[in-house]
Each structure stands twice: as structure tokens, then as C-alpha cells.
């Protein structure tokens, strides 16, 4: 079992970067697929992007391709995301997600674990 917590939010103007970092206690972190997902009022959580256990593979939205880079540090019990040229359209709650399974998947259900959130917020 984990228990991912998540911190680096904040408010950023348009074009900014930000970088979120989740740790997850527990000592078999390296045995999880860790995704990030966001959610705005009223919407569905969605998924941005995750990683494999290795971290040698990634999924990303396609609303966040080619912005956002998804890495790990086994050795931290750590998983990042790093954002660039942030749009408002980002602007969300931003939550990390562990997975007891050998696959990557997308779908919030498929997660076991959550934290509480990081709030994003970008300014035009």
C-alpha cells in the first residue's frame, strides 16, 4: 500500500511552467504505475498523463502533449510532472494516483490510491 501526497502547485501567469511532485510512502513504489489526473468544478476527473513502473514508458493527453513530461525517481518514491507554457485551460486540481498493476492505464477507476490534491491555477 501507498499513500501518494502531491505538492509544487501554485498560481502561474499564461506561457509559466510549474513542476508537481508526488511521494508515495510505502516501500514497494517501484511496483506501481503512478498516473496524474486533474479535475475542474463540475467536470470528470481526467487523466494527464502516467507512467510505467520502470518508467521507461508514458501516456499523455492529448491536451497536454508535448507540454507536459511525466518522470519518476524509484529511488525517492517520487513522480513528477512537469508543466510548461501553461494555458488557463489547466487550471485544475491536480492529483496523483498509484496502480497495483503491470499496465499503464488511463480511466480513474483502474487507480487504488489517491492523494488529496494540488490546486493549479493559471492566470491570462
Known amino acids: 500500500q501507498v499513500q501518494p501526497v502531491e505538492s509544487g502547485g501554485g498560481l502561474v501567469q499564461a506561457g509559466g511552467s510549474l513542476r508537481l511532485s508526488c511521494v508515495a510512502s510505502?516501500?514497494?513504489?517501484?511496483?506501481?504505475?503512478m498516473g496524474w489526473f486533474r479535475q475542474t468544478p463540475g467536470k470528470e476527473r481526467e487523466i494527464v498523463a502516467a507512467?510505467?513502473?520502470?518508467?521507461?514508458?508514458?501516456y499523455y493527453a492529448g491536451s497536454v502533449k508535448g507540454r507536459f513530461t511525466i518522470s519518476r525517481d524509484n529511488t525517492k518514491n517520487t513522480v513528477y510532472l512537469q508543466m510548461n507554457s501553461l494555458n488557463p485551460e489547466d487550471t485544475a486540481v491536480y492529483y496523483c494516483?498509484?496502480?497495483?498493476?503491470?499496465?499503464?492505464?488511463?480511466?480513474?477507476?483502474?487507480?487504488?490510491?489517491w492523494g488529496q490534491g494540488t490546486q493549479v491555477t493559471v492566470s491570462s
Open positions: 494516483a498509484a496502480r497495483l498493476r503491470l499496465s499503464i492505464a488511463t480511466e480513474r477507476t483502474e487507480y487504488d490510491y
Open positions: 507512467i510505467s513502473r520502470s518508467g521507461s514508458g508514458t
Open positions: 510505502g516501500r514497494t513504489f517501484s511496483g506501481y504505475v
